[in-house]
């Protein structure tokens, strides 16, 4: 018997059994003040209405699964449904992390057989699994690299370059692990300026954070050059791994020079991100830095797999448990699902969309920096506002109209009114013809009446914020119901 039994009265809720009401006194356990005087008056609703109710809200929502999403540097693609049913089964949905460890030996083979093929993938020795998302694994990283100078003595080391067109965790993530950051521009091509990195390497700089390609969707084509010149000067090199469904397959960073890497396994290798999860930002290191990796790590022995807790030199444990599960089986589903030349597969035709879609909306939006790109490319928007008196957030509202997600605007910051498209692999070339649709008819209404544009969107549930006031007034505080 429980000490609660549910009552057949209707809207009475939970009450006590006739021979526990003298044993058991809500007072004795809360406050009396907080104690309801009266039962509260909840709705009564049939199944169908419940439903009704949580579709319909489903509706407001859009996601990947309604429509194209080319959220830049954030690889929005879809994700199959096989995955999410692998990672439901009782096998690994229902395991405890208190398990022993012999019990969990299939869930041990999956996170090993994971670091093994991503350490293929990447051209990494080492990964760990623990990172909870590509942030984390980046400060992963950097308490790797101080952890590395502290070992060799070299203090002095207090910098970490970024380029300016990074992405913004990059010199968050440096200075939470206690470094200076040192921005460095790019040149008129978008890519790092070979002369501006020479002038800030010295003896004093830990690490070089990068991706590549870049968060411009260019390629460094300098990389082997850019790698030489860190190592000569006794300085790490970091990839940020955001952009890698451009590369998968066809180059690894591990052989442009790369000493650590994280990936974002909640972008690239399955899992749908957004929305604050669930993420996965795995740390892949170079030989000389495995003994610096979080703890536990998955090992296989003679006795079977292994949390292997003996490591030297190790920055310690950085999450409870080990890593986000369900997202770890999902990306191994991917891979082997794929393979070798799926993943190669996915990176061209991510690489063929962003081209195709950049060559036609550069008709109508010119682009930030001339040539190809890889998965993602960047407009200049600063047309709008001079021929069509909008501006890029303008044109972004008003899309939502048409059922699109807009793209991301005014990042990076070193473009004016930017827009940056990642139409990702799983796009057909009709989804790709209607977002030019879609974005020549905005233009041709911004050319007729721009007013109508600026207050968009119209059918929307949620209307045109108004974003100044939000952001100098923001009304982050809850307000209790009057008693």
Same mark, same amino acid.
Request: with cysteine.
């Given at each position: 018997?429980?000490?609660?039994?549910?009552?057949?009265?209707?809207?009475?809720?939970?009450? #006590?059994?006739? &021979?526990?009401?003298?044993?058991?006194?809500? /007072?004795?356990?809360?406050?009396?003040? @907080?104690?309801?005087?009266?039962l509260p008056g909840l709705p009564e609703c049939s199944e169908i209405d419940v439903v009704r109710h949580y579709t319909e809200l489903t509706r407001k929502n859009y996601s990947v699964d309604n429509g194209f999403y080319p959220l830049g540097s954030c690889t929005m693609k879809y994700n199959p449904k096989l995955n999410e049913k692998i990672a439901a089964l009782e096998g690994f949905s229902?395991? %405890?992390?208190? &398990?022993?460890?012999?019990?969990?030996?299939?869930?041990?083979?999956?996170?090993?057989?994971?670091?093994?093929? #991503? /350490?293929?993938?990447?051209?990494?020795?080492?990964f760990t699994l623990q990172p909870a998302a590509g942030a984390h694994g980046e400060l992963t990283g950097m308490l790797m690299v101080k952890k590395y100078f502290e070992v060799k003595g070299e203090n002095q080391r207090t910098?970490?370059?970024?380029?300016? +067109? =990074? %992405?913004?965790?990059?010199?968050?993530? =440096?200075?939470?692990?206690?470094?200076?950051?040192?921005?460095?521009?790019?040149?008129?091509?978008?890519?790092? $300026?070979?002369?501006? @990195?020479?002038? =800030?390497?010295?003896?004093?700089?830990? !690490?070089?954070?990068?991706?590549?390609?870049?968060?411009?969707?260019?390629?460094?084509?300098?990389?082997?050059?850019?790698?030489?010149?860190?190592?000569?000067?006794?300085?790490?090199?970091?990839?940020?791994?955001?952009? #890698?469904?451009a590369i998968m397959g066809k180059v690894r960073p591990g052989d442009m020079g790369f000493d650590i890497v994280h990936l974002n396994l909640h972008k690239t290798f399955s899992t749908p991100h957004g929305m604050g999860g669930p993420g996965s930002g795995p740390v892949g290191v170079k030989g000389h830095l495995k003994e610096f990796l979080p703890i536990p790590v998955v090992d296989l022995?003679?006795?079977?797999?292994?949390?292997?807790?003996?490591? /030297?030199?190790?920055?310690?444990?950085i999450r409870s448990f080990y890593g986000n599960f369900g997202v770890v089986v999902k990306a191994l589903a991917y891979i082997l699902m794929l393979g070798k030349d799926g993943?190669?597969?996915? +990176?061209?035709?991510?690489?063929?969309? !962003?081209?195709?879609?950049?060559?036609?909306?550069?008709?109508?939006?010119?682009?930030?920096?001339?040539?190809?790109?890889? %998965?993602?490319?960047?407009?200049?928007?600063? *047309?709008?506002?001079?021929?069509?008196?909008?501006?890029?957030?303008?044109?972004?509202?008003?899309?939502?109209?048409?059922?699109?997600?807009?793209?991301?605007?005014?990042f990076p910051l070193i473009v004016h009114e930017a827009l940056m498209i990642e139409p990702t692999e799983t796009e057909n070339k009709d989804?790709?013809? %209607?977002?030019?649709?879609?974005?020549?008819?905005?233009?041709? &209404?911004? *050319?007729? $009446?721009?007013?109508?544009?600026?207050?968009?969107?119209?059918?929307?549930?949620?209307?045109?914020?108004?974003?100044?006031?939000a952001s100098r007034k923001p009304k982050v505080r809850w307000i209790p119901k009057e008693q």
């Open positions: 018997m429980t000490i609660f039994e549910k009552s057949v009265t209707g809207r009475t809720g939970y009450t #006590l059994p006739e &021979e526990k009401k003298d044993e058991i006194r809500p /007072s004795d356990y809360i406050p009396e003040h @907080l104690l309801r005087k009266e229902l395991l %405890h992390p208190y &398990e022993p460890i012999e019990k969990v030996q299939g869930a041990l083979e999956v996170m090993y057989r994971l670091q093994t093929l #991503l /350490s293929e993938i990447t051209g990494m020795d080492a910098k970490v370059i970024v380029p300016d +067109s =990074a %992405h913004g965790t990059n010199p968050a993530s =440096a200075s939470m692990a206690g470094f200076q950051v040192v921005e460095i521009k790019s040149n008129d091509n978008g890519i790092i $300026d070979l002369d501006n @990195l020479e002038a =800030a390497l010295d003896e004093s700089v830990a !690490a070089i954070m990068l991706t590549n390609p870049n968060t411009l969707g260019l390629f460094e084509k300098d990389i082997i050059k850019i790698a030489e010149m860190a190592h000569k000067n006794g300085t790490l090199l970091y990839y940020d791994g955001a952009n #890698l469904n022995t003679d006795e079977g797999y292994i949390l292997k807790t003996d490591l /030297s030199h190790s920055i310690g444990r993943l190669t597969y996915a +990176s061209e035709i991510a690489v063929l969309n !962003a081209n195709y879609l950049r060559t036609r909306l550069s008709e109508l939006i010119p682009t930030a920096y001339p040539g190809l790109c890889k %998965h993602e490319f960047v407009l200049d928007g600063t *047309k709008l506002v001079k021929e069509y008196g909008i501006k890029t957030l303008d044109l972004a509202k008003r899309m939502l109209d048409y059922g699109v997600h807009p793209p991301t605007i005014y989804n790709l013809d %209607h977002f030019v649709e879609v974005v020549k008819k905005i233009l041709e &209404e911004a *050319k007729k $009446d721009p007013e109508f544009v600026k207050n968009a969107p119209y059918n929307t549930p949620i209307k045109r914020l108004d974003e100044v006031t």
